[in-house]
């Protein structure tokens, strides 16, 4: 479809509240629907909620910081896939459903003598036709 036709969806997706869907102030939201995204996050990072529909996304952690014990990340990934990565401090929690697709972690888990209270990032959400992986 021309572009016209796709533009209105990709406005909506980006202009979406992020206090909608689960995300609590404060947290990241991402969308893409036909098209893809890239973001590489540093600082603090409390969680939030990706979106990818028919398009692909990657998500950058490895220099962002959990402020706390943990943080939750939302992920629905609909005939596209989402890639995050962690620092090799974090512990991957994988509670990701898949239809069709699937979620993976590919993490190495950290050694607990050299991190011995790992930040854990607890990934949540739905893979349908589509892929999430987690890797360091």
Do not use: C
């Not at 893409?32 to 990818?52: L, M």
């Not at 459903?97 to 930040?119: A, E, H, I, M, R």
């Amino acid at each position: 479809p021309p572009r016209s036709t796709l533009f209105p969806y990709t406005t909506l997706f980006r202009s979406m509240n992020l206090n909608a869907g689960g995300v609590q102030q404060g947290q990241r939201k991402e969308s893409a629907v036909f098209g893809g995204g890239r973001r590489v996050y540093n600082g603090d990072f409390t969680g939030g909620k990706i979106e990818a529909v028919f398009s692909g996304f990657e998500i950058d952690l490895r220099r962002a910081t959990i402020p706390g014990d943990s943080a939750v990340l939302k992920v629905d990934a609909v005939f596209g896939g989402v890639e995050i990565f962690i620092p090799e401090s974090w512990s991957a929690v994988v509670r990701g459903d898949g239809v069709f697709g699937s979620f993976s972690d590919s993490t190495v888990q950290p050694n607990l003598t050299l991190y011995p209270n790992p930040k854990k990032l607890i990934v949540k959400g739905a893979a349908v036709f589509g892929g999430v992986d987690i890797k360091n």
